[in-house]
């Protein structure tokens, strides 16, 4: 039952975002998915993420970047789980942060996304970077709870890219 709602929690933010993203950057895009959402609304939910193109090599990278994204994240929780926030901001900083522009080759990617897109990495990029501190915080105040919002933020900007787009 909890599970269910949390579902339906999620689904209904992913949604939101998609479709915050899709009127941000794109009023034509916009319409044309409210019409295909009146369409098909009794049908089977639609993918409605916009297509990206990459390159090959670049596409496989960026996947293989992803998914550093979320073992990272796992990383970052038992770090926090067993209070080394030091080591929780030093993941965050490096594997998700400002200081992983360069690791993830952002600027050869950067250019093959839509400006909705290049802004939700660049927000997860700066609330990764904004965790660390907080982080780093926390191991002086043994307050984590602003630590928590600020990886909420960050995940927020996975989700938010998520639901907008897919690559090619
Ligand atoms: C700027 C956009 C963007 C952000 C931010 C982003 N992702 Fe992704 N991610 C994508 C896209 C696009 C895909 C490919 C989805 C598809 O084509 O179906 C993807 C795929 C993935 C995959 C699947 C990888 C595979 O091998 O197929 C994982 C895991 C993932 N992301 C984790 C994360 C996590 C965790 C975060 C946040 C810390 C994150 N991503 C942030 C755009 C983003």
Excluded: W
Excluded at 52 to 62: A, N, S
Aim: glycine letters at 6%; charged letters at 20%.
């Amino acid at each position: 039952m909890k599970h269910a709602l949390n579902f339906a929690l999620a689904t209904g933010i992913a949604l939101a975002a998609a479709h915050a993203v899709a009127q941000q950057h794109d009023p034509a895009m916009h319409m044309q998915h409210q019409a295909q959402a009146a369409k098909t609304a009794k049908a089977a939910p639609k993918d409605i993420r916009q297509a990206v193109k990459f390159p090959k090599v670049l596409r496989e990278h960026t996947l293989a970047n992803m998914r550093d994204h979320l073992l990272a994240l796992q990383e970052i929780q038992e770090a926090l789980a067993k209070q080394e926030y030091d080591k929780a901001g030093d993941i965050a900083e490096h594997r998700l942060g400002m200081s992983s522009l360069a690791l993830h080759g952002a600027h050869d990617v950067a250019k093959y996304m839509p400006k909705g897109m290049q802004e939700a990495g660049t927000a997860m990029h700066r609330h990764a970077s904004r965790f660390a501190v907080a982080a780093k915080d926390a191991g002086a105040t043994g307050d984590v709870r602003p630590a928590l919002a600020a990886l909420a933020a960050t995940t927020a900007q996975c989700v938010a890219c998520h639901a907008g787009y897919r690559v090619q």
